[in-house]
């Protein structure tokens, strides 16, 4: 239970904390509200009065909806009223009526400043959470970075020794099949050397799909076709002498 009720606080916390941050995008914008506005009031002619005070009105504009995402409640309602009296200044007829509107609305803007400072407070409990937060971000991401690592690794060890494999493969079957050519070539030449019209063919071999053998059916299927070779040789030899016996009847 106790766990339970410091993982909820860790959210509220959090959560606030959150808020607060996003409030402070809104410091830049509600400092030059003050600073128009101020320029407003300070201004000796209608024509800068209403220049400055629209400036203010742009930026409180953009002050209000960051307030209003990060429920800034008190800030918001002064922004609004000052949003409310900076929009009366343009359409009054006289400096005085304008300069009326901007003096309310420099209070406010100054009141907003001081009440944004509050939304933007972190706590010390809040700011060590919020530290730890970060902490425990950074090292699940390092984990990660390890266990991609590990599997990339692994992946490599697993090819590697998939190549030694093949190799293996491929000098294993470099050598039976030398042998098969060895054989084939002693059994042509000793059908020649007995005068035999007749010659042996190298057995046909699918290398890439004798590849996907293991090596125990490799060697089977080498050890195959040289006995496969050897019987040929034998029975073509066997049919040379007899067609000689033959003709040496008939002679």
């Given at each position: 239970m106790k766990k339970y009720y410091i993982f909820l606080l860790s959210l509220c916390f959090l959560s606030t904390a959150q808020a607060q941050t996003k409030c402070s995008e809104a410091n830049s914008d509600m400092n030059y509200a003050y600073s128009h506005v101020k320029s407003a009031y300070d201004s000796n002619n209608v024509s800068d009065l209403k220049y400055f005070a629209h400036r203010s009105l742009e930026a409180m504009n953009r002050v209000a909806p960051i307030?209003?995402?990060?429920d800034c409640q008190p800030t918001l309602s002064i922004v609004e009223r000052g949003i409310d009296l900076l929009s009366k200044v343009d359409?009054?007829?006289s400096w005085e009526d304008g300069r009326f509107y901007v003096k309310r609305a420099r209070e406010l803007a100054r009141e907003g400043i001081v009440s944004l400072d509050n939304c933007t407070q972190i706590?010390?409990?809040?700011?060590?959470?919020?530290?730890?937060?970060?902490?425990q971000s950074a090292l699940k991401q390092k984990q990660e970075e390890l266990k991609q690592q590990q599997q990339e690794l692994q992946q490599r060890m697993v090819a590697q020794q998939q190549k030694e494999i093949?190799?293996?493969?491929?000098?294993?079957?470099?050598s039976y099949d030398s042998a098969l050519s060895s054989n084939l070539k002693s059994y042509n030449e000793a059908l020649s050397n007995c005068e035999c019209n007749s010659q042996l063919d190298k057995p046909n071999l699918n290398i890439s799909e004798v590849m996907k053998f293991?090596?125990?059916?490799?060697k089977a299927t080498?050890?195959?076709?040289?006995k496969s070779l050897s019987a040929q040789y034998i029975l073509k030899l066997e049919n040379c002498l007899t067609q000689e016996s033959y003709s040496n009847v008939d002679d």
């Amino acid at each position: 239970m106790k766990k339970y009720y410091i993982f909820l606080l860790s959210l509220c916390f959090l959560s606030t904390a959150q808020a607060q941050t996003k409030c402070s995008e809104a410091n830049s914008d509600m400092n030059y509200a003050y600073s128009h506005v101020k320029s407003a009031y300070d201004s000796n002619n209608v024509s800068d009065l209403k220049y400055f005070a629209h400036r203010s009105l742009e930026a409180m504009n953009r002050v209000a909806p960051i307030l209003k995402d990060c429920d800034c409640q008190p800030t918001l309602s002064i922004v609004e009223r000052g949003i409310d009296l900076l929009s009366k200044v343009d359409p009054s007829e006289s400096w005085e009526d304008g300069r009326f509107y901007v003096k309310r609305a420099r209070e406010l803007a100054r009141e907003g400043i001081v009440s944004l400072d509050n939304c933007t407070q972190i706590s010390v409990e809040e700011e060590e959470l919020l530290s730890l937060e970060m902490e425990q971000s950074a090292l699940k991401q390092k984990q990660e970075e390890l266990k991609q690592q590990q599997q990339e690794l692994q992946q490599r060890m697993v090819a590697q020794q998939q190549k030694e494999i093949e190799i293996q493969k491929e000098l294993l079957i470099t050598s039976y099949d030398s042998a098969l050519s060895s054989n084939l070539k002693s059994y042509n030449e000793a059908l020649s050397n007995c005068e035999c019209n007749s010659q042996l063919d190298k057995p046909n071999l699918n290398i890439s799909e004798v590849m996907k053998f293991e090596n125990a059916k490799i060697k089977a299927t080498y050890v195959d076709k040289i006995k496969s070779l050897s019987a040929q040789y034998i029975l073509k030899l066997e049919n040379c002498l007899t067609q000689e016996s033959y003709s040496n009847v008939d002679d």
